[in-house]
Structure formats: C-alpha cells, structure tokens
C-alpha cells in the first residue's frame, strides 16, 4: 500500500498528520514555555536572556518545522515530485535533531514537556521521512526527464531559504511585538514595523506555492525577493565587519601607499600602447599580458603595504561572532539562488518581453532599494511623528496637528521661511542668468573648451563645507579679499578723479542686510556650473540650420538669440529654474557651514536650518517633522505652479 | 546523482551547525563596550585610542571599542542623537557640561549614584568642584545622582601677539602694573593704530565671550539657583556697555567674524580663547605670541571653567563595567597621556594633576599657570536643569547681536531680556 495518493491536491492521513506534527512543531517553539519558563521567541529576541548565546542555533527548530510544513504541502501538490519533498523532509528531521542535540549540550535534561514533544516530533518526521525515502526514492533513482536535477536542487534550497525567512519574519515581527518601548516611538510606529516584518513570511509562504506549481510569478517574487535580500544581507555583512567604520583607514591606507599606483598606470600605458599595435603583432599579447602582470603585482604590493592582511585577520576576527556566520551564509545563499533562478528562465515558460522587463526592473534595483531604505522609510515615519510630541528619549503621543499650529504661531519659523523666499529669488537670477551666458560661451568650438567646461564645473561637485570655509576667507572683513579688491576700488577711484568715497568695508557675514546676499553668492557659484552643464546640452539640442535660416532672414547674433535659442530653450530653462528654485528652498549647507555666528542670526536663518536646530539642538523631533513637511508642502505648490504657468505658456505658444 | 544529494545535504547541515559552534564559542566571550569622545584632531584621536588600547589590555574580561564621533558632515552631537534615537548610541559617550541637564532630564543617560557609592576608590572630591556640583544635581527629590565624571576641563585666556605689543611699544598683558579692562581697551587702541588691517581685540560669537564681560562686571546669566534669568540688572550694562564700546570704535574685529584666522595671520592684538587653541596656535602662528589671563573687571576677574563629561547610556547592558570604564577614563594617569597633548587640563584637582598640565609645552615658553588661574576665578558654565538652554542661547544670542550691532542699547538689552527667554525656564 502507498502511504501517498498519485493525484495531486489530495490529502491522505499521512499528510495531514505531516502537516499537524510539523505545524505543532513551530507552535510549541514560539509560544509555549520551552525551557526556564521562557518561549523560542523570547530566546530569539531577548539578547538578556541566559540563551542568548545560542539564538542561531535556536533559528535551526522553526527552520526545521517550517522547511517540514513546505515539504509535506509539496507531497500534496506535485506527486511526480515526491522524492525530492522527501528527501527535504529528512533534512528537516535531520536539522531538528541537530538543534536538540546542541540545545541539550547546554541543558541537559532541563527541558520542558514542550521541548520534549517537539523533539521527539522531529524522530517521528525523520521515521517518516525514511519510510518515504524508501518508497519513493529508492525506486525511483531517476528524475523526470523534463526538470533537469539541479533544477529540483534549486527549487529545494529556495524552499528551504524562504522557509528562513519565515522563521526569521516571524522572530522579527515576535521581537517587535515583545518590545516595550520600540525605540520610543511608539504604538503605531511598533504596529507599523511587525507587520513589515511579517512580509517575508507572506512571501516565503506564497512564493514557495507558487515555485512548486512552476508558476511564473512566483519565480519573479523569489527573484525580487532575494535580490532585496541579497543587498540587506550584504550591507548588514560589510557593517559587522567594521567596514562602513573603517572606511577612513582603507582611504588612509590608500593614500598613504598611492606611490604604488603608479604600477598601475603603466599597466594601463601598456595596455594603451597594445591597442595601437596591429592585431598580427606578436607584441601586442606579450604587453598585454605585461600589463596585467604588473597591474595586478602593484595592486597586490598596495594590498599587502595597506595592511590588507591584517585587513583580512580583521575581518576573520569578526567570525567569532554567531551573527557574522548567519549573515555571510545568508548572504551567500541569497546570491547563489538568485543567480541560479535567473537562468531558470525556460523551466517556467519564460517569454522574451518577460525577460525584457525583469531586466529593466533589474536594472532599476539599486536605486529602487536604496529609495525604499532611505527615503520612503524615513519620509513615512517623519510624516507620523509630524503628528506627535516626539522629543529624544520619550516615546511619543498623538497631538494632531498642533505641531503645524505651532510652527505658524513661531515667529522664528515665519522669518526662516520669509528668509528662505528671499533666499529663492535671489538665487535664481544669479544661478541662471550667468550659467546661460556661460553656457554660451563654452558651446563655441575654441580649443581647450572641455578644460573650461571642467572648471567651472567644479564647484558644484566640490563639498560645501570645504568650499565654505574658503568663502569665510574669501568674505572676511579684515583678511578678505572681497573687501581688499573694495578698498582697492575706493583707493583708485579717489586718486584718480579725486572723489572722497570711503571705504565700504562691508561686513559680509555679520551685518544682517548683507548676510543673505553673501550665502546667496557662494550658492549661485556652487549652482551655475550645474546648471551651464544643462544649458549646454540644450544649446547642442538646436539644429543649426535653424540658425542659418535667421541668418538668410537677415537675423543678427542677438535676433537669433531672442528668437530662436530662448524659445528653443524653453524645456531646459524651465527644468533649470525648476532644479534651482528646490534647491534653494532646501537651503541649509551654505548658512551653516558659511555662518560663524551661533546661535545662527535671524536673518541667515533658513528654513531648513530652523527645523535641523529644533530637532538636534532642541530635540523636539516631532515639531522639527512638522516643519519638514511645511516645506514640502511649499516647495511642492510652487512646483507645481511653475509646471502651471509653463503648461499654460506652451498651449499659448 | 545521489552522490550530489548527499553532498549538499551533508554541506547545508554543516552549514547550518557552524553558527552553533560559534555559539558555544562565544557563551564564553568577553564584554565589549563601546565608547566615544569628541577629538578636535587625529592626534587627539590617535591619544585616545592607545588610552584605549591601553585600558583594554589590562582590564580581564572586557572589550573596548573606542569610535572617533562626528565627521566632517555630521557633527558630534548630531550623529550621537542619531544614535541614542535608533538605540544604536554607545555604552559611554561624553557630552558638553551644558547638555548633562536634558540629557538627565530626558532619561537618556544613566544616574550612576548608586554605581559610585559602592566603589571604594571613588571620591567626588578627586574632581573640581563647579562641575561636580551640576554633576551630582538631582532631578528627583530624595534621590542622590552622578550623571557621570569631567573628562577634562578649560578656561579662556587672552592670546596676544607679542610682536605687535613690542611694535606699539606696550607691556605684554598682564605683565604690567595692572590688567584691567582700561588697560585692555588702552592696548587695543594702540595696536589698532598701527595700521588700517590691523586690529587689537577679537572675540569669537557665541555665549561665552559675551558672558565673560557680563560675568566681570558682576552679573550673571542666571540667578543664584538657576531658576530665572539673572540679566536684568545694572551690571550687566556695565560689562556689555564696554564690550559694545570696542566694536563701536572699530578697536575689536566686527561680532560674528571667527577672530582666529585674522590672529593666525597676525593682524590682531589679542584674541580671546580657550586652551583648546594652544595647539593649533603653536603649529600655525609664525610670531612671537603668548597667553594672559582675562583682564579684571569692575566686578572682579572672571572666567569660564568649561568642561564636559563621560555618560553612561542608559540602555548600556553592561551598566557595571561602563561606570568602571568611566573611572578609568578619568584616572589620574589617563589623563596625564591625554593631558600631554596640552588641548586640555586634567579634570582632577590635584596638585598633581596641575604640574602634569603646567609641564606641557615645555619649550614654548607658554604661559599655561593663565589658564589654571583662569580656573581659579572661572564660573562653572551651567546644565540648565530648570530651562530650556538651546532656546535661551538663542533668545541671548540674538539679542546681544542686536547689542554690538548697534539695534539695540546694553540697557534695553538688560530691560528685555528676562522678559523674552522668561517662558522657557520651568519654574514660571
């Protein structure tokens, strides 16, 4: 007699109590008392508790559970298939009695009658699994010949993967729930993130269905799935290896030993020299291979003078630690399967536009993640504690829109955004105007243009602080070369036509009609050469012979430029004002890097700069996020009035 | 194919079983604590990271993480609230004297009374007196605190530059019959008319230089329990009136210009700062230059003992060994080796302590006995445990700027002021 029906979708009592014995496997670890009193999920998530130290190996029970339940739903559904479920079963047993057998190392026959139960749950699947084997497997030493071995291998790990992930969501979500303060931020916030945490079991579960029906769908959810894996489990890595701390060593290290790259740059000269050579050059292989010799000594030399051995112990170090052997094989496992699924393409009837677009959406990836991580999040929970009392170190409560009340009732916050709209008009003009006039004139053909073009880009890759300070120089009343040039004016004017003007000596950074103006200047310098970029790329957008029609109409150089380059460079123009008119709303960098005085004076105040100060100087974090969210409303309405005015301008035209 | 099966079954159950191993491995691992200070340089942090080291070989048992705080984007104190936010902030960190009071008011940082009284060896009077009273301030009745210890401390004294005193033809400060505010306004006219770029006094822009003046004519930013504003009165005119007087006539450097690089470059008399700037100084001046104390006053020398401390986080899980991190910080030889580099002066009050700090810069000639007599006579800067001081100093700051810009008088200011910051302490 078989113990499993050959139909699929039929449930035998072999099943159900493959299902029941494996569901109360995890029940019993994550709730009831496992031992001292305390469940699985408190083990996991209390890194006070006296377990703490063996949380992964705890992870292996509800792996082993779960990857059992996901085994014995794929004896039900996929009967030519069975074998494999089977021998997955077997690996379950194998892991739960492996887990019993380190848990009993360190408490030996202090477990509880829960524990018990689930250990011996785990005998009877390995029995059972056995039996199985022996029915299913041993008969059958050959797989369907439509799926390929490594196929059913690949299908098995990602089970077994998102059976991971299962347990982990769920551990995660157990330990948000668990926790009392939730960093102080409060009910909903806590509510908000258990439920994200329970995402990956609703993926593990449905994706898992959906992978051993050979759905499509559920090869792209895996694959979506594991990539956002894959780049959380890599960053998490590269933090506990202490890389993201001692990214100042590796940029020390590299200086510090740059002679070596010279290496490097003659093995690029060779490679250059190579290139020119005729293919038939037998030379042309020997500098090549060269090239690559040295190349790769002087990075190794780099290497080795940098410390990148000790570099390596550092890392292996950190290998002492439970959690970087989770993380590395969590990592691997994400990036191997997700790999292998993606040349799974034909076992899922994949189409040519399928493909088409996961490429595309592959592409989009990083900065989908990165937005996902850094801004969505953030954005969300700014938004909430827009609505709360939120200061550091308490948790916050529901005040509904009295922040926003407030924040129109403070003075200071009104002459922040007054001085932040006079900031915008200034900085318009002088960030465009000039970048147009620019732009016009790098778009001629003289020779050198692309150093020039270089040059003035530079500012606006250069960093405001650095900058900033030299500006401080530049504006100083005393040492300034503003003022110096001014005196030098007033000095030749006087002698030369005998006027008694006297010295302006302004005092750029301290007087507060100037203040303004002076953060306006160095930003429109840091701006111009961003904006000329664009310009330029709409100037080479005009066809010429637009030009030569003018000309033939008897268009002088200023007639075309009215006539045909302006309206022509409307797009551009409007995009440019657009990026301009944001970027000074957003204002904060130049002020606070540019303004000696502290506290900030009123009149260089800047919006964001008001709601920087109330956060971290004052910790009221939730007023702060009401302000943030003002200025987006603002910056949000005049875009969008801009996009009005320039919709309405184009029918017109 | 079975021969495949049994491979990867045989390396995911190895896999799976390592992490157990290195479970066993670290149930008998040691304690590891993360601390982190404010270094103004890498040779600050270099000092601070072999007293690192150094503790951490001879302490059994517990592991040290020192973390440089800040970068060049993200300023100490932005990044460590980041942190305390999102639970990740390190098991001691030092903080500004002026921030211990929101701190402890806050919950953020661990009362370490209780820790203290049960160590033998700790005594509060090892440590200067004025931040050990904010130090031990309670914020509950009936409760003793210690919300943590000095790392170090720091007055003001008056940097000069020696060539223009000879060039004017002036005593050094303080090396005449008397170092009075007249003496300071007398020396600053003369070496101001040396030239038209150069200039005889310069203060930097925030609270502390201003208060200096308030302070040395008599007056006070609070009153005597910290509960109010202690502005409002004739003496703080006295001292403002003068400050203003030397910005009026063009004697000091405008307010709100950084006076150092103008120092640096050796167009100004005397400058203003604390002993942080020594090093910098030393490494950049290349004039003869020398320190003073502050001119007295008409309500007596002044000066400032600035000073921060080393906190415990109140979410530390090792709150035991991070008190005994936190003495061992402030011991009397970590402090030498920090000491050493002349930045600071020991927060410990010992005669001991002193002649460390008295023997840095040996060669400099620098007068470093200025800045102890600046402690001597310094009011300690306050925690405000009864107000809200980011939102005073910015009420204070720019009033004051109104003040030496000429908006407003030093005796509207006194009427004023009280009035304006009266709503951000507790107690009204």
Redesign the interface.
Known sequence: MKLLPDQPNRFSPLNLILLAAASLMLIAFVFLPLGDGLSGATFLTD??SSDA?????L??LP?AAVSALLMAIWMVYDPPHREVAA?GLM?SG??GL??FA?YAL?HGSDLSTAGQLAGSGFVVLLVIALVLTFQYVLPR???AAAED?GFM?DLLACI?LNSFLIVLGVMAAAAVFQREDF??LGRPVQTFAGLVCLLPVLFGVVSSLLLIQRHPDGRYITLAAYLLGGALSGFYLLQLWGVF?GIDDIANALYQNAIFLVGVAAAYGLIWLAGRLSDKNPWQGRLETIAGGVGMLSLLLLLWRGGALQGIGSVLDT????R???VT?LAAAFVILFWRLLHRGAEFHETPDQQAAWQGWLMLAPNIIGFLLFFAGPLLLSFYLSFTND????VPSFTGLENYFAAFRDE?FLRSLWNTFVFCLMLVPLAVIPALALSIILNSKIPGMKIFRAIYFLPSVA?V?GTALIW??LY????GFFNYIGQQIVTFLNSTFGTSLADPNI?W????RVMLFSIVLLAAWQVIGFNTVLFLAGLQGIPRELYEAAYVDGAGRWRQFLNVTLPLLGPTTFFVVITTVITGLQVFNEPYAL?????M??AARTAVFHLY?MG????E?GYASAVAWILFAVIFTVTLLQFRINRSRAYEG | MKKQRLILAVLLVALMLLPSLAAVVNAQDEVTLRWRTRPDNQAEIDVYTAASEAIDEAWEGVTLEYEPGGSETASYQDVLISEIEAGTAPDVFWIPGTDVARFAEAGLILNLADLAAADEDFSVEDFYAGPMSFLTTSIEEGTDALWGLPRDVSAFAVYYNADLFDEAGLPYPGEGESWTWDDLYASAEAIRGLGDEIYGFGINSWWANWGYFVNAAGSSFFNEDYTACGLNNENTVVGLEFAQSLFENDLAIAWGNDAEPPFLAGTLGMFVNGRWATPGTLANADFNWNVAPLPEGPGGPSNWIFWGAYVVNVNTEHPEEAWDLVTRLTSAEIQGQIASLGANIPSRATQEAVDLFLGTFPDSGINNQAFIDGLNVGVTEAPLFNGNWPAIDTAYGNAITQVFNGEITAQEFADTICDQVAGEFDAQ
């Open positions: 890194p006070s130290n063996m949380t992964p190996a992870f292996l792996l021998f690996l194998l892991i492996a887990y380190v360190n030493p050959r797989l071995s291998i077994f960093f102080d701390i290998y002492g630690d439970s970087v052997w989770v094989l200061t550091v170190g308490n200071l960093a602080v401080r120089w100083d009343p005393v040492i005092q950074l301290t007087d507060g303004i000696f005085q502290r506290p004076p009123e100060d971290f100087s004052r910790f974090f």
